[in-house]
């Protein structure tokens, strides 16, 4: 059964500090959260930093998970208010049905597979000279690729995205109106793989946070990839796939 | 500031495709600030009562001046190259014993100048000063003597330009003021902040007790002698009213994206 925490996190903290620098670190504070065998079940974690002084982390875990490691370490172990909640999320899986709307938000690590390089770097081309037919994993790097990356899926993902409501009249190059997304956070993170040294211990990722609202074409497509997350880089904060009521209208 | 008897408040609404505000511009690189300069709105109200350069502007200058943010715009960069369309190389500013400019050495044939603006912004500028003055440049801005433009020849104002004397305190009068953009800009911010009746605009006011200086009030517009002077300004944020009526139904959102909101507590 499937639980949604939220963690609030003290930026000032000598322990958060490590944690919000390094997604390794955050993995593996989430990790230390789950009583379970490691590997069992696929874990998603989400970093909000709406307000950055008050961070706020999304894990959604299979087993109910216990976070008074992360309070003591990178909370407020004596303040007023709530540490962290948990909570079922078997409610909105039940909520889902095909062509009911959502807001939504995700951060992902939007890639692609080839291989053949437009420009291989040394260590690329010493593999494609070796004759290595196995692919590349090489990031999008642009707003324009990253958008492009997310909406060609979604009906994969078992959903889709509609018009904008509030750009009426607009219309694109090809004559489509603008969807309802927009990108609000686009991020390159360089962080350090272990105690080992040289390129492999050191992961280079670029994550992009989506933010708008999706309509539901195939509600077990769609819960799939909620509990199972979208997108390479799930260890690392990527992947986790959030609804939220939609705001009101006017 | 202002001698004693009635006051009054002109109200400018400075609105175009395109503004551009430089205070300290110098050679190819032709800034803009991001909110009108004293010198910009008093070069404006001197051209449209005619005044020539070498005219005293003293009486303008000395006017109080408040400029609310209504809308920031964003800033345009326009790369530009100046050559000489004969091929020849561009001139120096040194002069040779004749009193002519020579050319440049090495040969110098392209100039590479940018100019920023500002696309798309609304500012509502308040002139405080005595009522007579007032009236007269209200009714020279409806009448321009010269045309008019926004920091730089090429920005035309939108219009309406001029909306009318108002009496008060500069600042309450700024405050008073309705939200100044259009119809869509206003429902799209009623829809994301709960259709709330005020928004907070950050504004300038001219104030000698203030804690930050402008070198922007002009002392003198003739070509060889522009001499400007400094002004302490402060700045504050003023709740304006948008227009809109607040659904009590519906109380201001966090704004945030809450996953816990459809998991029934």
């Known amino acids: 059964m499937p639980y949604l925490s939220r963690i609030r996190i003290?930026?000032?903290?000598?322990?958060?500090?490590?944690?919000?620098?390094?997604?390794?670190?955050?993995?593996?504070?989430?990790?230390?959260?789950?009583?379970?065998?490691p590997d069992q079940s696929r874990t998603l974690w989400r970093l909000d930093p709406d307000n950055p002084h008050r961070p706020q982390l999304f894990v959604l875990t299979a087993n109910r998970p216990d976070w008074s490691h992360l309070v003591e370490q990178a909370g407020w172990p004596d303040a007023d208010g709530e540490h962290y909640a948990v909570r079922d999320y078997a409610p909105l899986l039940r909520q889902l049905a095909p062509g009911r709307s959502f807001a939504f938000r995700l951060t992902a690590n939007p890639v692609q597979n080839t291989n053949r390089p437009d420009k291989p770097t040394t260590r690329q081309q010493a593999r494609i000279d070796a004759g290595d037919r196995r692919g590349f994993r090489l990031g999008h790097r642009t707003a324009e690729a990253q958008?492009?990356?997310?909406?060609?899926?979604?009906?994969?993902?078992?959903?889709?995205?509609?018009?904008?409501?509030?750009?009426?009249?607009?219309?694109?190059?090809?004559?489509?109106?603008?969807?309802?997304?927009?990108?609000?956070?686009?991020?390159?993170?360089?962080?350090?793989?272990?105690?080992a040294t040289g390129k492999e211990a050191h992961v280079v990722m670029n994550s992009v946070t989506f933010e708008g609202s999706l309509r539901i074409t195939d509600p077990d497509i769609l819960t799939e990839r909620l509990l199972g997350g979208i997108g390479p880089s799930k260890a690392y904060g990527c992947g986790l796939l959030t609804l939220a009521p939609l705001p009101e209208k006017e | 500031m202002t001698p004693p008897g009635r006051t009054s408040v002109l109200l400018l609404r400075l609105a175009a495709p395109l503004q551009s505000w430089g205070d300290r511009s110098m050679f190819n690189r032709r800034e803009t600030r991001p909110e009108p300069t004293k010198s910009g709105v008093v070069g404006l109200l001197a051209a449209a009562a005619g005044r020539s350069r070498h005219a005293d502007v003293d009486d303008l200058a000395g006017?109080?001046?408040?400029?609310?943010?209504?809308?920031?715009?964003?800033?345009?960069?326009?790369?530009?190259?100046?050559?000489?369309?004969?091929?020849?190389?561009?001139?120096?500013?040194?002069?040779?014993?004749?009193?002519?400019?020579?050319?440049?050495?090495?040969?110098?044939?392209?100039h590479v100048t940018q100019r920023f603006y500002l696309q798309d912004a609304?500012?509502?500028?308040?002139?405080?000063?005595?009522?007579?003055?007032?009236?007269?440049?209200?009714?020279?801005?409806?009448?321009?003597?010269?045309?008019?433009?926004?920091?730089?020849?090429?920005?035309v104002p939108a219009q309406p330009l001029v909306l009318g004397q108002r009496t008060g305190a500069l600042e309450d009068v700024l405050r008073a003021e309705p939200w100044q953009v259009t119809k869509a800009v206003r429902n799209r911010w009623g829809r994301?902040?709960?259709?709330?009746?005020?928004?907070?605009?950050?504004?300038?006011?001219?104030?000698?007790?203030?804690?930050?200086?402008?070198?922007?009030?002009?002392?003198?517009?003739?070509?060889?002698?522009?001499?400007?002077?400094?002004?302490?300004?402060?700045?504050?944020?003023?709740a304006a009213p948008t227009g809109l009526t607040p659904d009590p139904d519906h109380p201001p959102a966090t704004g945030g994206h809450d996953p816990f909101a459809l998991l029934g507590w």
């Open chain 2, 63 to 110: 006017l109080g001046l408040g400029i609310r943010v209504d809308q920031p715009g964003s800033l345009l960069r326009d790369y530009h190259t100046v050559s000489d369309y004969r091929g020849r190389p561009l001139l120096s500013a040194a002069v040779s014993a004749n009193g002519v400019q020579k050319p440049t050495s090495p040969a110098k044939r392209t």
């Open chain 1, 147 to 195: 958008l492009k990356w997310f909406l060609t899926r979604t009906l994969r993902w078992g959903f889709d995205i509609p018009a904008a409501p509030d750009l009426d009249g607009i219309h694109d190059a090809a004559g489509e109106p603008p969807r309802d997304i927009r990108i609000i956070a686009r991020r390159r993170r360089s962080f350090g793989k272990g105690s």
């Open chain 2, 122 to 155: 609304v500012f509502l500028a308040a002139v405080e000063g005595p009522g007579e003055l007032i009236t007269a440049l209200e009714h020279a801005v409806r009448h321009p003597a010269f045309p008019l433009s926004l920091g730089r020849r090429s920005c």
């Open chain 1, 10 to 37: 003290n930026p000032l903290r000598a322990q958060s500090r490590k944690l919000l620098a390094s997604p390794r670190a955050m993995h593996g504070a989430v990790q230390a959260g789950i009583p379970g065998e």
């Open chain 2, 192 to 238: 994301r902040n709960s259709n709330a009746a005020h928004v907070d605009l950050p504004a300038t006011l001219d104030d000698p007790a203030g804690d930050e200086i402008r070198d922007d009030v002009p002392l003198s517009f003739a070509p060889t002698n522009r001499t400007f002077t400094t002004r302490r300004i402060r700045h504050t944020y003023l």
